[in-house]
């Protein structure tokens, strides 16, 4: 069974800095390009950030370029998150995904994803 | 590419037939998925590639449209199914969402 499971949200202080994780599990990780999507509180999806297999192609969103940097460890199994410079509006539960079975890069969709990682960026 | 989704809320009851629309700024092919997302849960797959049942989901769900329009419908709404549904456009980066809508009883 694929399993991801995000850690590494709390609270933050504006212009502080997080890094979140996404330990993945039940499938060869290094074949998969893996996503950060997110929610605001009551609000609707955010493609946060993609990263290709191997590490060496990633895409952001304009709201977060130049301050988030996605990566991954292969040999970890492992998606990371750093976000730096965060402001108030970075508040969301911030969920990995990985492409799904279905789709083919790089137009993908995205399945499963994480439960999520709660961020709170508040002084 | 923006994507627009109608209705943002709706009413229904059970058995109730329902249509949710979604609207590309540019022509997408049939790159386009519908997620559903119950409270407090992660969103699912319904249907990829406009029109294509993922695995285990309901055959009352269907999707289609190709270019710029499609639609998700419901044939007969189950109790399990007052949801939010979001569709994602797949065509090119960023991948966007719609605002979602809200199905309600």
């Known amino acids: 069974e694929v399993q991801l499971v995000e850690s590494g949200g709390g609270l933050a202080q504006p212009g502080g800095s997080l890094r979140l994780s996404c330990a993945a599990s039940?499938?060869?990780?290094?074949?998969?390009?893996m996503s950060w999507v997110r929610q605001a509180p009551g609000k609707g999806l955010e493609w946060v950030s993609t990263?290709?297999?191997?590490?060496?192609?990633?895409y952001y969103a304009d709201s977060v370029k130049g301050r988030f940097t996605i990566s991954r460890d292969n040999s970890k199994n492992t998606l990371y998150l750093q976000m730096d410079s965060l402001g108030a509006d970075d508040t969301a539960v911030y969920h990995c995904?990985?492409?799904?079975?279905?789709?083919?890069?790089?137009?993908?969709?995205?399945?499963?994803w994480g439960q999520g990682t709660l961020v709170t960026v508040s002084s | 590419i923006q994507v627009t989704q109608s209705p943002s809320s709706v009413s229904a009851s059970i058995g109730d037939r329902v249509t949710i629309t979604c609207r590309a700024s540019?022509?997408?092919?049939?790159?386009l998925a519908w997620y559903q997302q119950k409270p407090g849960k992660a969103p699912k797959v319904l249907i990829y590639?406009?029109?294509s049942l993922q695995s285990g989901v309901p055959s009352r769900f269907s999707g289609s449209g190709s270019g710029t329009d499609f639609t998700l419908t419901i044939s007969s709404l189950q109790p399990e199914d007052f949801a939010t549904y979001y569709c994602?456009?797949?065509?090119?980066?960023?991948?966007?969402f719609g605002q979602g809508t809200r199905l309600e009883i």
């Open positions: 995904a990985k492409r799904s079975e279905t789709s083919i890069w790089p137009k993908i969709w995205f399945d499963p």
């Open positions: 039940g499938f060869t990780f290094k074949n998969y390009a």
């Open positions: 990263v290709s297999t191997n590490g060496g192609t990633t």
């Open positions: 540019q022509g997408i092919s049939s790159w």
């Open positions: 590639a406009a029109s």
């Open positions: 994602q456009q797949a065509n090119s980066f960023p991948p966007t």
